[in-house]
């Protein structure tokens, strides 16, 4: 009989050949390969591996994380847990974490790197009919290691911004990877009709919104030039902890201007599920933009 080992080898050196040939695959056609493969080798369909038999333990909820043997005051514990995604009451084996805690760990540490080193997929840029630019960086590892690049743009894509976007508008709204492809791909369809919505019933125009690739929030100062907007408004995915990588953050600005303090930036951060959901924020968000129109202001200028 073939030994574990030798399956958990075979296996390993299949995904790893199929992961560089089928790249474009989807998920479904990539496990069905694997399988017939794996039956192919060792003519043994019980070892077939689904992502559905595969626990996620991600999915538990880390308020809910409790791992105290007999504890005495459980409900009042969890009361307090309930106030955090920190990881408290994990207990430990010695002076060690537990197996189960350090797993947990490393996986939400692979979540907030997928988030950052991930990319928005370009079909849900295409039904959100928004057209993509790119920030000076080449690549994720640019993206990281300079900043400065990520706040500026090539003489083409400015061109190419003034070409496809309506000048002036009262507000220019437009969205951006940032640090997490994650909240952009969780929170962009419910907050975008959102903000539109509420723009809408106030009576403001907005301008043409679209897509900035690898960037950070400065940028918005440059986009607020370019198309002389009165208010500018960046949709950014933020640094992700260890809590969620979903987490997006909404930077508005009257009347932008390069080299301007951060102060004049207004900001809502933990837009997500767990925090403030999308459809809530965006309501928020056109509220205070038209108060923005009103006061001629923002960040700690406004008056709210
Ligand atoms: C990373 C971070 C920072 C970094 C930013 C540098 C960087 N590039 O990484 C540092 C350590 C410098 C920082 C400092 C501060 N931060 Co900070 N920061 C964050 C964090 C964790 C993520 C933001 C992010 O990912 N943005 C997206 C990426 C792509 O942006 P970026 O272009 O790379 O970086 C820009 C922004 O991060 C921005 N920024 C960072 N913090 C703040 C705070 C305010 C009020 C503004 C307007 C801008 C701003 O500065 C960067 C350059 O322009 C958020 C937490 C959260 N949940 O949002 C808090 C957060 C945004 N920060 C906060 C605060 C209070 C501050 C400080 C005022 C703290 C202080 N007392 O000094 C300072 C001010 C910073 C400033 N630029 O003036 C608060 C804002 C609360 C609010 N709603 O007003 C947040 C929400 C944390 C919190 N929950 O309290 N911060």
């Not at 955090?84 to 939400?108: E, M, P, Q």
């Not at 840029?125 to 080449?138: E, P």
């Not at 997490?180 to 969780?186: G, M, R, Y």
């Not at 902890?241 to 900001?267: F, Q």
Request: hydrophobic share 35%.
């Amino acid at each position: 009989m073939i030994s574990e080992s030798a399956i958990k080898e075979m296996v390993q050196q299949i995904v790893e050949q199929l992961a560089t040939q089928n790249s474009g695959h989807s998920k479904e056609t990539f496990e069905k390969t694997i399988n017939q493969q794996i039956n192919e080798k060792i003519g043994n369909e019980s070892l077939s591996v689904t992502d559905k038999e595969l626990h996620d333990i991600t999915e538990q909820r880390l308020q809910e994380y409790y791992k105290v043997p007999d504890p005495k005051e459980k409900e009042s514990y969890m009361a307090l847990k309930e106030k955090t995604s920190a990881r408290v009451g994990i207990w430990r084996t010695g002076s060690r974490y537990k197996t189960d805690t350090l797993l947990r760990f490393r996986a939400d540490h692979a979540v907030a790197m997928d988030a950052v080193f991930s990319y928005v997929s370009e079909d849900l840029l295409k039904k959100m009919n928004l057209f993509m630019i790119n920030t000076l960086c080449k690549n994720k590892d640019e993206y990281i290691t300079r900043p400065d690049l990520g706040r500026k743009f090539s003489d083409e894509s400015i061109q190419k911004i003034k070409a496809e976007c309506i000048p002036s508008p009262e507000v220019q709204i437009y969205v951006s990877d940032g640090l997490s492809s994650t909240a952009i791909e969780a929170n962009i369809e419910e907050i975008l009709p959102s903000i539109m919505q509420g723009l809408k019933n106030e009576g403001i125009k907005a301008g043409t919104p679209f897509f900035v690739k690898h960037g950070r929030v400065p940028a918005m100062d440059v986009i607020s030039e370019t198309l002389d907007a009165k208010v500018t408004v960046v949709l950014i995915g933020e640094r992700p902890g260890l809590a969620t990588g979903e987490s997006m953050s909404c930077y508005m600005a009257y009347g932008a201007k390069v080299g301007m303090p951060e102060s004049r930036r207004t900001v809502i951060s933990n837009i997500h599920n767990g925090g403030t959901p999308a459809t809530e924020a965006g309501a928020h968000i056109a509220g205070l933009v038209k108060e923005m129109l009103r006061q001629k202001a923002s960040g700690l200028d406004l008056k709210v």
